[in-house]
């Protein structure tokens, strides 16, 4: 009888957890039980309900869609923004986004960024982030392995610096790989 053969070796597939979703779900107001809810569970790979980890590949679709779906008016660049700032200030609304984020304010915009890391990481399974220090207002933020929109996630830093205390902060963005993107942030 020949050997068995060695079982394949797979990473794991890169997964978001369910608290960003309902973070924008109750961000951007939706019902769920309307036909926007039922599409949301589709796109995600859901039947019934949402899963509770989503293949990050579904998870951009998820975004786009809500993009067109509640901004589509605007460039698609500018509804991924939007859609950003909705899923932060929707994640306050959740019991793990009140607990995660109840000192947020007193934080302040420097440690805030420098900690972006960590609070983007919690909700995935892959990518690598880090912060930079520019100079006193000035950081960059490097994101590498991370297939999701810039746009997004520069929405999201936009409302975390808002938060804060930032009146105005400046946060722009570039794709420097596939996967990989850079943010400047100032204020």
């Not at 608290?19 to 039922?38: C, F, K, V, W, Y």
């Not at 460039?75 to 939007?82: M, Q």
């Not at 936009?158 to 850079?182: F, N, Y």
Request: include cysteine; aromatic fraction near 10%.
């Amino acid at each position: 009888m020949p050997p068995a053969a060695a079982p394949l070796l797979q990473s794991d597939p890169r997964r978001m957890r369910y608290a960003p979703l309902e973070g924008l779900l109750r961000g951007l107001g939706i019902d769920e039980r309307s036909a926007e809810m039922r599409e949301i569970v589709r796109l995600s790979g859901g039947t019934d309900y949402v899963p509770s980890e989503i293949a990050v590949e579904r998870f951009a679709e998820v975004l786009h869609f809500l993009a067109r779906q509640h901004f589509g008016t605007l460039p698609a660049s500018e509804g991924l923004f939007h859609v950003g700032e909705c899923l932060f200030e929707g994640y306050r609304k959740t019991l793990l986004g009140q607990i995660q984020l109840a000192a947020l304010h007193l934080l302040g915009p420097e440690r805030l960024v420098r900690k972006i890391p960590e609070f983007v990481g919690r909700s995935s399974n892959f990518g690598e982030r880090t912060t930079e220090r520019l100079s006193a207002n000035e950081y960059r933020v490097h994101f590498r392995g991370v297939p999701l929109p810039g746009d997004y996630y520069n929405g999201i830093l936009h409302a975390a610096l808002r938060i804060t205390g930032v009146h105005s902060p400046q946060t722009s963005w570039k794709q420097t790989g596939l996967e990989d993107m850079t943010f400047e942030v100032r204020w």
